[in-house]
């Protein structure tokens, strides 16, 4: 007997939801085009008199930074809040009652939020192509390319957002792991400062951290900076920490059920 | 009937960290790994037969929900076998699930943001019931709970009374076997109580549903449960009939006179003063010592009655007395859970 029926309506009402709170999503792309139109500013007053940094123009830099910040505002790793939110309330014991495995749930949740925010961050786009700047891709091949490390950047968050998560069962107090996490996966993604700029050992960090897939490999192809074999490279690492992503939240997962303690019973 | 549900020698024990007050106290814990090991569940017992309804009392802390818990394979027990429906709960959880349904009177299962309807939607494509039964069943639940006004009313916006109501339909649309409620009239007016005990009634009665009620409140016994398991400190303290409950722990009755000279002092062999209120006076007797009759006509031959009454203990009395007693006579007491 498939689950699939059960994790489609999940996504489905859960896309209703991301509508339902349509107005405080709004507010939130306004603050995001706000983060692009002076991330442009600021970038713009480095560049004054030079034509490249790296090899990179500004037009390209700007693209990279508007093109990251629109898909780290969108591939958000909302199914490890709500586990976190119904192991706080005390409700991952009705999830836990129910014929159907609670990591499919969350997943299907986090899909189908995210199907019913992108339309919202879609009807934006066009005016993040007036606060900051947004070329279309390099090639057809990167666009296509992008497309597909976009997937597996989305792989890679959901499956970092439940083990962020599953540390609820282990401790409530997760605030503080969560700004963390929030300020790494910025600044280590590339949100921020393109990874290329970044100086030696802190390069190095961000390379071997999960991170850079959120943002930085999918828009190094978007631009065209990763073509070729360092372009296979870098979707063969994003593949690699989505295997061992998978991996780490299966185990943690069946450590996590033996502890369950629901609250307040 | 074959027990549906069988628990044997249930145990459950927590590990808590334990803390010393105060912010040096809250810094040490961060450091050490005092742990406190506490048993919520001590070796509990007990069959509930394919369609019974009981009763699952205690205080607060003594074991109930962790029990439930348990049952629906939410929890892994520390030892001890459960059996529900041929399944052990926490190994087949998922499975399990299909048969039971769920209702936490302090926790919805339904969707906040949503209309409500969509999550009977949801209930009936994860339970995969034909369209036909859903209709059916919804229908039914629609009448019998009144849930047409507000069927369309997102859940946020529904009344604690509304809300249950919802919870209880979307816990029977897939004709579970077995129904476990876990203080289901919690917080709800009087009116809201009623509705919700006769809709469990019918249920049980109907289509046969196995109910494992806990509840605080000693009315929904009386309405619902011919059978009650009365559970404190872990332990069973008691499982049967709610009448032999009353019979072993409240054997007396009181009977209530109004006498027409109201100083005088009834001397009725087998009874005792309890009480006195101006020409009232309460008289405790053991109904098996002196029978009711006898001592009713013993009255009437020595005075001159104007009034005259038979209080029965009711169940909310017994239990709390039976807690009461165990208070003074448990040197354990005093533990926390």
Redo the contacts between chains.
């Keep these: 007997?498939s689950a699939l029926?059960?994790y489609f309506?999940?996504a489905s009402?859960a896309s209703?939801?991301a509508y339902?709170?349509r107005f405080n999503v709004l507010l939130q792309l306004v603050g995001l085009l706000l983060q692009i139109f002076l991330l442009r500013a600021f970038w713009t007053a480095i560049y004054e008199n030079r034509v490249s940094v790296d090899g990179v123009d500004l037009a390209t830099l700007l693209t990279y930074l508007t093109v990251a910040n629109l898909q780290l505002w969108i591939v958000f790793p909302e199914g490890g809040e709500i586990l976190q939110r119904r192991v706080r309330?005390?409700?991952v014991?009705?999830d836990?009652?129910?014929?159907?495995?609670l990591v499919g749930q969350l997943i299907s949740q986090q899909v189908g939020f995210t199907a019913g925010l992108l339309p919202l961050l879609l009807a934006v786009t066009p005016l993040a192509l007036v606060v900051g700047v947004l070329r279309p891709p390099d090639t057809l091949e990167a666009a296509a390319a992008y497309v597909v490390s976009l997937v597996f950047a989305y792989a890679v968050i959901v499956l970092i957002g439940l083990l962020l998560g599953m540390v609820s069962f282990w401790t409530m107090e997760t605030t503080g792991m969560w700004a963390i996490y929030r300020f790494a996966n910025l600044f280590f993604s590339g949100g921020l400062v393109p990874l290329w700029l970044f100086p030696e050992p802190l390069r190095t960090v961000a390379g071997l951290l999960p991170f850079q897939t959120q943002a930085n490999i999918p828009v190094s192809i978007y631009i065209g900076r990763l073509t070729g074999v360092d372009m296979l490279r870098a979707l063969l690492i994003q593949c690699v920490w989505i295997v061992l992503l998978a991996l780490l939240v299966r185990f943690v997962w069946s450590k996590a059920i033996?502890r369950?303690?629901?609250q307040?019973? | 009937m074959p027990s549906i549900i069988r628990v044997d020698g249930l145990v459950k024990e927590f590990r808590t960290a334990k803390r010393a007050p105060g912010l040096a106290g809250g810094l040490r814990t961060l450091f050490t790994r005092t742990q406190r090991v506490v048993r919520a569940v001590d070796g509990v017992s007990f069959e509930v037969a394919e369609g019974e309804l009981i009763g699952y009392l205690g205080r607060n802390g003594a074991g109930k929900s962790t029990t439930v818990k348990l049952l629906t394979g939410i929890l892994h027990p520390t030892d001890g076998h459960v059996e529900v429906a041929g399944l052990v709960p926490w190994k087949a959880r998922e499975k399990n699930a299909l048969n039971i349904g769920v209702v936490f009177g302090q926790r919805s299962q339904l969707w906040w943001d949503l209309p409500l309807i969509e999550s009977f939607d949801l209930i009936a494509v994860m339970y995969r019931i034909d369209r036909e039964r859903y209709r059916k069943n919804l229908d039914q639940f629609t009448e019998l709970l009144d849930l047409g006004p507000f069927i369309n009313t997102p859940v946020r916006q529904l009344s604690l009374g509304q809300r249950m109501r919802g919870d209880l339909a979307a816990a029977l649309l897939y004709e579970p076997r077995i129904l476990y409620l876990d203080e289901p009239t919690v917080g709800l007016d009087v009116v809201a109580k009623e509705r919700i005990r006769t809709f469990i009634g019918e249920s049980n009665r109907a289509n046969g549903t196995t109910v494992v009620l806990t509840t605080h409140d000693m009315k929904d016994v009386e309405r619902l449960c011919p059978r009650v398991i009365l559970i404190e400190e872990g332990r069973v303290l008691f499982d049967g009939p709610v009448a032999a409950l009353v019979a072993r722990y409240a054997p007396t009755r009181v009977l209530v006179l109004e006498l027409a000279d109201g100083a005088a002092t009834p001397d009725l062999p087998g009874t005792e003063l309890v009480r006195r209120e101006g020409a009232r006076v309460w008289l405790r007797f053991d109904p098996a010592q002196m029978p009711v009759a006898r001592l009713i006509a013993d009255a009437y031959a020595r005075y001159l009655v104007t009034d005259l009454a038979i209080e029965e203990p009711d169940l909310e009395q017994v239990v709390r007395q039976i807690f009461e007693e165990r208070v003074e006579v448990s040197p354990k007491a005093s533990r926390s859970i």
């Design positions: 007997m029926p059960t309506k999940i009402l209703q939801v339902a709170y309330e005390g409700k014991a009705l836990l009652a129910r014929p159907v495995s033996r369950v303690v629901i307040g019973g």
